[in-house]
């Protein structure tokens, strides 16, 4: 995890910065390069956790392995310091801060995609940001966040998903009325048409097509409470929420129902949702439409 976040960055600023610093950083306790001239180090100063996105302490998934692995959200940070040959150099210690702070505001670096290499890595950073420079060791404070885990750590199967129903739904959704809406009038037959293919029933690699399903009609006033008038289909007795059942399975599926006017005037509003399930446990779902219906004198 920090030690592999060491060795990929003292490999990173190696490459990226000139001579004579180039190829001539190692971390902290690791072997000095062959030859006299400076060495740049670095090495993890302190680190604390992360709290989770959203308050999730979820597995992962693209942190090394393809099946969901357990990670570590941290905040790290990271020394670099600058010795010269010969020590005391003021002026290659400050051509080596130089170098370092122009290596490590590139883009590339500040967004940890420098550090991305193939395999398991033990570590992806979301950023590494540079925070404070100084006369004192180390010269420069890095700050990198991220997701960090063991090497080699094997990931988490879940469970297989054997079997997908998929219900798709085109907007918008069209209501045709077939005559005015009239204050203690007869039953008005009213077509609903959505734009579905019907239900996808995808199990073990084949895919089969069938017919959508229901939909759940409910009727409110302006307040939100039961409507006036009332609902009718074949599928659902009478009342102000009612089952219809969509059976096509092309473009332009539809329903008939009927709207009974109340005996006054009033303005409601048809609410259609998606409905699945048989019996107890059928279950409505998110809304799809919602529609105005003015009953006049």
Not at 180 to 187: D, I, Q
Request: proline share 8%; net charge negative; aromatic share 4%.
């Amino acid at each position: 995890m920090l030690t592999e976040l060491e060795s990929r960055l003292a490999d990173v600023l190696g490459a990226a910065l000139p001579a004579p610093f180039g190829g001539r950083v190692r971390r902290r306790g690791a072997a000095p390069p062959n030859g006299a001239g400076p060495v740049v180090r670095l090495g993890v100063e302190a680190y604390s956790p992360l709290e989770p996105d959203l308050f999730s302490a979820r597995p992962e998934t693209g942190a090394g392995a393809p099946s969901l692995r357990r990670v570590v959200r941290l905040r790290v940070r990271l020394g670099v310091d600058v010795t010269t040959d010969p020590p005391g150099d003021r002026l290659g210690l400050l051509a080596g801060t130089d170098a370092l702070l122009f290596a490590l505001q590139a883009p590339e670096v500040r967004s940890g995609r420098a550090l991305l290499a193939p395999g398991d890595q033990g570590f992806r950073l979301d950023s590494l940001e540079l925070l404070d420079v100084g006369d004192d060791d180390p010269a420069v404070l890095l700050e990198a966040v991220g997701w960090f885990w063991p090497v080699g750590v094997a990931g988490q199967d879940g469970r297989a998903i054997v079997r997908a129903l998929v219900r798709e739904v085109r907007l918008p959704v069209r209501l045709t009325l077939g005559g005015p809406l009239v204050a203690g009038g007869a039953g008005v037959a009213c077509d609903l048409v959505l734009g579905a293919t019907g239900t996808a029933d995808v199990t073990a690699g084949a895919t089969t097509s069938a017919p959508f399903g229901e939909l759940a009609l409910h009727l409110l006033d302006a307040g939100g409470g039961p409507g006036a008038g009332s609902l009718d289909t074949p599928a659902s007795p009478a009342g102000t929420q009612v089952v219809a059942s969509v059976d096509a399975r092309d473009a332009g599926a539809g329903t008939t129902f009927t709207y009974v006017p109340p005996a006054t005037v009033a303005r409601e509003q048809l609410v259609v949702l998606a409905r699945a399930g048989e019996g107890a446990d059928a279950r409505t779902g998110m809304e799809l439409a919602r529609f105005d219906l003015v009953v006049t004198p």
